[in-house]
């Protein structure tokens, strides 16, 4: 790499972000021929399965599916041992995968990007780390991640804690122990629903502080069966292939056919009482056609489990706080846990209520909200990303014409197909907002994404195109688009990360798109068909190739 005083460094392709996504556009870009190099902030590859090292963090996704398919060699040869793959184990497997394929020579850890300019004349991107380092190339891929910016609440006092505290995005590679702490977790989402079983098992006292009650079902993970291993593996690839069929890029689930409406009461309880048994979401919230369409049908299921957390948790007064009131169940992420209600029988476990009693500080001894002082060892921020645009938003992304996007993004994130955004030509999104990234499998999203972005460059190639930019109208048509189709469902309703709710400030959005990968691959690949309908293409040149191999 080059530092100011000298020459950038000159690339084909400049990837931002090692984790699953970067991860494979550098195997499919060189596959193309191209000089790639990707910068990655970590030290080590796997994005979030980087920096998420919290006790109990578990994908909620089967690792039988949450795994690459580009290669039939790896999906066969790698063993997943359990059903809900673990952090340790998916890290392990990242971690493979770059060895596997050599991918590590064209990455550069320890640096984080902070700028990226586009050139018009040149039609390159100039990026700048926080090494003071310099490289160009003619394409810059953000593969930054969705939920890759930690944030946690600005209360007073933190400064002044004498005790330690942790955010579950950011853990501590040695890990912690909590043995004989009185600890304090906020937050309670994925990560704070995952961690608080384990952390009460360790901990002298543990306080949640919840400020709202969240649905959880439980995950029933378990070892995986060596016949169900290998006939899985046997379908891999039809299982792949049948996977960009459904709504959430996995197959194996038989769509519904019925509304919870239609259905008696009698026999809509043997349904979720059948799916709450098998573990998993996607089945939970496949069980009616309409349950995230019809308020009425959701209530039936969002009943159901509420009925399960009082049966389960001793105290009346604890299990009504845990019962969620605020938003239809699966309109915000649905969570998967291992004895997360069950926790709550422990005796030295309590649960706050913060939402109408807020914190309000923290002190040099532990926290004080509105009503009482808590004594605490250890404070866990379970509280979540700037998520969707967040990681993108940190870089100072700009064009020589003047746009940047922080601006482009003011009022929430513009794009075209979660791929590009007018007015920043050759910049690439793996994931961007209003693609069905985060309300689907995410590394098929991810293989999804680069595959369509190869593709494009290998036809820009072909016709010797400098440059490719998204059209104002088609990028305006597909915002509208992504919120007809959100407005036809449940889940604008709740104040969750898909609309940038826990961020204060942030613009109320809805950024995944959630017409279904199915509906949305197909329009990527009628696009690409069709010329690449709704982007244009700049002037042809002579020499097509930017660095030399
Ligand atoms: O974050 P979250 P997360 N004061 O935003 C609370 C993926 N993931 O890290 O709901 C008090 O969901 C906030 O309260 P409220 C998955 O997609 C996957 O848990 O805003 N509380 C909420 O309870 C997931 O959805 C896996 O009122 C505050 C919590 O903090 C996404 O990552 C595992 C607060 C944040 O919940 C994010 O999950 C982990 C404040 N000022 C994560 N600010 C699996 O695969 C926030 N909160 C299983």
Redesign the pocket.
């Known amino acids: 790499m080059s530092t100011p005083s000298s020459e950038p460094a000159r690339f084909d392709a400049i990837i931002v972000g090692a984790g699953v996504g970067g991860l494979y556009a550098i195997y499919r870009l060189r596959r193309l021929g191209l000089k790639v190099r990707a910068f990655e902030a970590a030290g080590g590859v796997g994005g ?1 399965w980087y920096w ?1 090292r919290y006790p109990g ?5 089967e690792s039988m599916e949450y795994s690459y398919s580009f290669s039939d060699e790896l999906q066969q040869e790698w063993h997943w041992p359990e059903r ?1 793959g673990t952090q340790p184990e998916i890290l392990r497997y990242v971690n493979h995968v770059a060895d596997r394929f050599d991918l590590r020579r064209d990455i550069e850890f320890n640096t984080r990007v902070k700028q990226a300019v586009f050139d018009s004349d040149s039609s390159t991107w100039t990026v700048t780390t926080d090494k003071g380092s310099v490289a160009t190339a003619r394409f810059c891929i953000m593969a930054t991640g969705n ?1 890759s910016t930690p ?3 600005n ?1 007073p006092g933190l400064d002044g804690f004498g005790g330690k505290w942790y955010h ?2 950011l853990w501590p590679h040695d890990g912690v122990d909590f043995t004989g702490l009185r600890v304090g977790v ?9 961690s608080i079983p384990i952390i009460a098992r360790q901990a002298r006292h543990l306080y949640v ?4 009650a ?1 649905f959880s079902l439980p995950a029933r993970n378990a070892p995986i069966q060596p016949d169900k291993e290998r006939a899985h593996k046997a379908e891999y690839p039809e299982r792949r292939r049948a996977a960009y069929d459904t709504p959430f890029g996995i197959a194996g689930y038989p769509p519904p056919v019925k509304s919870a409406l239609d259905a008696s009461e009698a026999e809509r309880q043997r349904a979720y009482e059948a799916k709450w048994a098998e573990g998993g979401s996607i089945s939970f919230l496949y069980s009616y056609t309409d349950l995230l369409l019809s308020k009425e049908a959701n209530e039936t299921a969002s009943e159901f489990v509420r009925r399960k957390i009082r049966a389960t948790v001793n105290d009346a007064k604890t299990a009504e706080l845990l019962c969620p009131d605020s938003h239809p169940i699966g309109t ?2 649905l ?2 846990d291992t004895e997360y209600y069950e926790t709550y029988n422990r005796g030295n476990v309590t649960l706050v209520d ?2 109408s009693k ?2 309000e500080a923290i002190t040099p001894v532990g926290l004080r909200t509105a009503d009482a002082e808590y004594a605490l060892d250890a404070i866990v ?5 700037d ?1 969707m645009t967040g990681a993108m938003k940190e870089i100072d992304i700009r064009t020589d014409a003047g746009v940047s996007i922080e601006d482009k993004w003011e009022d929430g994130p513009r794009t075209y197909l979660g791929i590009m955004m007018a007015g920043f030509p050759n910049l690439f999104m793996i994931t961007g907002p209003q693609s069905p990234g ?1 309300k689907s499998q995410m590394i098929l999203a991810c293989e999804q994404h680069v595959d369509w972005i190869a593709d494009c460059m290998q036809h820009m190639r072909e016709r010797g195109f400098s440059c490719i930019e998204a059209e104002e109208t088609a990028e305006d048509a597909w915002v509208r688009h992504n919120n007809e189709v959100a407005d036809r469902t449940l889940y604008p309703l709740a ?3 898909y609309v940038g ?2 961020i ?1 400030g942030k613009p109320r959005v809805f950024m995944p798109y959630v017409g279904g990968v199915s509906a949305y691959k197909k329009k990527c690949d009628e696009i690409a068909c069709n010329g690449y309908e709704g982007f244009r293409f700049g002037a042809r040149i002579e020499e097509w190739r930017f660095a030399a191999k």
């Open positions: 979030t998420n963090c578990r994908c909620d996704v809900y939920l944030r946690r609440p209360y579950t995005g906020i937050g309670t989402g994925s990560s704070g629903v995952q502080f919840q400020r709202t969240n915000k992420r969570i998967l913060i939402r807020p914190i921020f379970a509280t979540g990303f998520a985060v104040n969750s990360w709710a826990n204060p």
